[in-house]
């Protein structure tokens, strides 16, 4: 006689609200963005300063992090080098939200696992919370 086990694997989205954590110095935007994520449905912790935010990543432990590279502190290179030297840091999914373009960031971002680049200029709110439903996705 055979038993047959079934394992069903549920979407992220099925055990609860997914985490975001916002590390990001301009308080409006910070702000708003915590506000269209939360009416998403999504569980969002913010912090204004890289040094806080690595403490907040620590507590939280987010499903997603968005990211500014120029912040008082702590830039956000360095949250993100810190964030990866941890061994549970590494699945954690990261976009880098910042107004420098890739050519001004630093080039070690791109072997710290960061999953999008998005200059803030030339992207809407609206774009950027699709762009972030797209990560937590894949």
Same mark, same amino acid.
């Given at each position: ?9 549920? #979407?992220?989205?099925?055990?609860? #609200? ?31 300063? &890289? ?23 702590? #830039? &956000? ?62």
């Amino acid at each position: 006689m055979h038993i047959l086990s079934t394992v069903f694997l549920l #979407p992220l989205k099925d055990m609860g #609200p997914q985490k975001i954590t916002i590390i990001e110095d301009d308080a409006t935007i910070r702000d708003m963005y915590a506000l269209k994520l939360s009416a998403q449905g999504f569980s969002v912790t913010t912090a204004s300063d &890289g040094e806080s935010g690595l403490a907040l990543i620590e507590t939280e432990r987010p499903h997603l992090v968005l990211l500014d590279l120029k912040m008082p502190k702590l #830039p &956000g290179n360095e949250v993100l080098k810190r964030l990866r030297a941890k061994s549970w840091g590494e699945t954690i999914k990261v976009i880098i939200l910042t107004n420098m373009n890739k050519s001004e960031g630093t080039s070690d971002l791109r072997f710290l696992g960061v999953n999008r680049y998005i200059l803030k200029v030339l992207h809407t709110p609206s774009q950027v919370v699709e762009i972030i439903k797209e990560v937590l996705n894949e």
